[in-house]
């Protein structure tokens, strides 16, 4: 019987990938669970001159017209570079935005952090 091979798991941002750091509703702290992540993409970045991308997403309650989830979005973004910042990524090197509720039927309560070259 032959045993399939696994299937890999993305390498968060080792070949140009992003990595997704998700929330808890409502939540802007930084999940535990993703300081490994976002470790291994603040020394993969420390040898390049790349630009990062946060994109931030957050659910709507409905009754703030959006501006709500923006602002949350925003903090978490937030939460995310200062982490990196911390880690050695010059601020100069990361772009934020916070985009509210996504549009596109993917998941929301999310940050995205993606390299995006120079």
Same mark, same amino acid.
Not at 29 to 36: A, C, K, Q, Y
Not at 51 to 56: D, G, S
Not at 99 to 108: A, F, M, N, R
């Given at each position: 019987?032959?045993? *399939?091979?696994?299937?890999?798991?993305?390498? *968060? #941002?080792?070949?140009?990938?992003?990595?997704?750091? &998700?929330?808890?509703?409502?939540?802007? $702290? !930084?999940?535990?669970?993703?300081?490994?992540?976002?470790?291994?993409? &603040?020394?993969?970045?420390?040898?390049? $001159?790349?630009? !990062?991308?946060?994109?931030?997403? #957050?659910?709507?309650? %409905?009754?703030?017209?959006?501006?709500?989830? +923006?602002?949350?979005?925003?903090? +978490? #973004? !937030?939460?995310? +570079?200062?982490? !990196?910042?911390? +880690? %050695?990524?010059?601020?100069?090197?990361?772009?934020?935005? #916070?985009? %509210?509720?996504?549009?596109?039927?993917? *998941?929301?309560?999310?940050? $995205?952090?993606? *390299?995006?070259?120079?």
């Amino acid at each position: 019987m032959v045993t *399939p091979p696994p299937v890999p798991t993305p390498a *968060p #941002a080792s070949q140009g990938g992003i990595v997704t750091v &998700a929330f808890s509703g409502g939540q802007s $702290e !930084l999940p535990g669970d993703s300081i490994p992540a976002l470790d291994t993409l &603040a020394q993969q970045m420390a040898n390049t $001159e790349d630009r !990062l991308q946060i994109r931030a997403y #957050a659910a709507s309650s %409905g009754s703030d017209g959006g501006s709500g989830a +923006r602002r949350l979005a925003l903090s +978490r #973004a !937030l939460a995310v +570079r200062a982490y !990196l910042i911390d +880690r %050695g990524i010059r601020s100069t090197r990361i772009d934020v935005r #916070a985009l %509210g509720t996504p549009t596109d039927g993917s *998941p929301v309560d999310r940050v $995205e952090v993606a *390299p995006v070259g120079r």
